[in-house]
C-alpha cells in the first residue's frame, strides 16, 4: 500500500469544495482513495462558528448527541462526548488552524463525501475510486490521537473474515477488517496534524479494500452500545443499564 499527501494552500473561508480539491490532485488512476481532512470539508462548506460569539462549552452542548458525564474532570475545556456514532472529546468541534473561528463537523458527511465521489469519478473517468473523510481521535488507555473514518464512498468499509480458514484450517467466527478506519489512520499519519498544510492524501494498491458504487452509511460499521464488548464502560449510551 502507497500513501502520499498532497500539499494545498491555506484554507480559511468557505469556497467550492470540489473546486477546492481539483486544484491540488494530479491526474487519478483506477482503484485509488482519496482521504480528506473532515476541516477542509467543514470550512469549505461554512460549518466554521467564530469563537467570539459563543463558547466552546455552549456550542458542545449545541453539537453534541450526548455528553459523557465525568465529575472527576480536571480541565473542563476537553469533554467527552458521542456524536455520529464516535466517542470524540468536544463533539469533534476543533480550534486548531481555525484562525479565531471553531470548527464543526460538516452536517452531512456522507453526503459530502458522495458528492466528492460523484465529481472525481466524472473529472477522472473512473470507474473505482473511494473517498475516506477522516479526523483524528484518542484511544483509551493510550497516549497521541489516530485517525478514524467519519464518512467513505467508492468501497466497502468491512472485510469479512467469517468462515475463511486460519494457518491451521480452524474457520474463523467472529473477524472482521475495519477497512475504513485502517486506511483513516494510515492517512492521517501520512497528512499530520500542525501546519504541514496538507489535508489530502492519496492511498493505491490498498489490500482487502472491495470498491463498489452504492451509497453507504455510518451504520455500516456502528455496533449497538448494549452488544458492544466495551458495554460496562457505556452506560450513558445504554441508559444505565448494567
Known amino acids: 500500500m502507497y500513501i502520499r499527501a498532497v500539499k494545498t494552500e491555506r484554507l480559511d473561508q468557505p469556497q467550492d469544495l470540489c473546486a477546492f480539491i481539483d486544484k491540488f490532485l494530479p491526474l487519478l488512476k483506477e482503484k485509488t482513495i482519496v482521504a480528506i481532512t473532515s476541516k477542509v470539508v467543514s470550512i469549505c462548506e461554512g460549518r466554521t462558528v467564530s469563537k467570539s460569539s459563543v463558547s466552546k462549552e455552549e456550542l458542545v452542548k449545541q453539537e453534541a448527541d450526548v455528553i459523557i458525564p465525568n465529575p472527576e474532570a480536571t480541565d473542563d475545556r476537553i469533554i467527552l462526548t458521542y456524536k455520529n456514532h464516535l466517542l470524540i472529546p468536544s463533539a469533534g468541534i476543533d480550534e486548531s488552524n481555525g484562525n479565531g473561528q471553531y470548527i464543526l463537523y460538516p452536517k452531512e458527511p456522507f453526503q459530502s463525501v458522495r458528492k466528492i465521489w460523484e465529481h472525481l469519478r466524472q473529472k477522472h473517468d473512473l470507474k473505482d475510486v473511494g473517498v475516506l473523510m477522516t479526523d483524528s481521535r484518542t484511544t483509551p488507555l493510550r497516549w497521541g490521537v489516530t485517525g478514524v473514518a467519519l464518512a467513505w464512498q467508492g468501497f466497502e468499509p468491512t472485510a ?83
Open 160 to 242: 469479512s473474515y467469517i468462515g475463511k480458514p486460519d494457518l491451521f484450517g480452524q474457520p474463523l467466527r467472529v473477524t472482521k477488517i475495519n477497512a475504513a478506519d485502517a486506511l483513516a489512520v494510515s492517512a492521517v499519519f501520512s497528512m499530520g496534524e500542525s501546519s504541514e498544510c496538507t489535508p489530502l492524501a492519496l492511498i493505491t494498491e490498498a489490500p482487502h479494500v472491495v470498491f463498489d458504487d452504492k451509497n453507504h452509511n455510518a451504520e455500516e460499521l456502528c455496533i449497538d452500545p448494549k452488544e458492544d464488548l466495551y458495554r460496562p464502560l457505556l452506560k450513558p449510551l445504554i441508559g444505565g443499564e448494567g
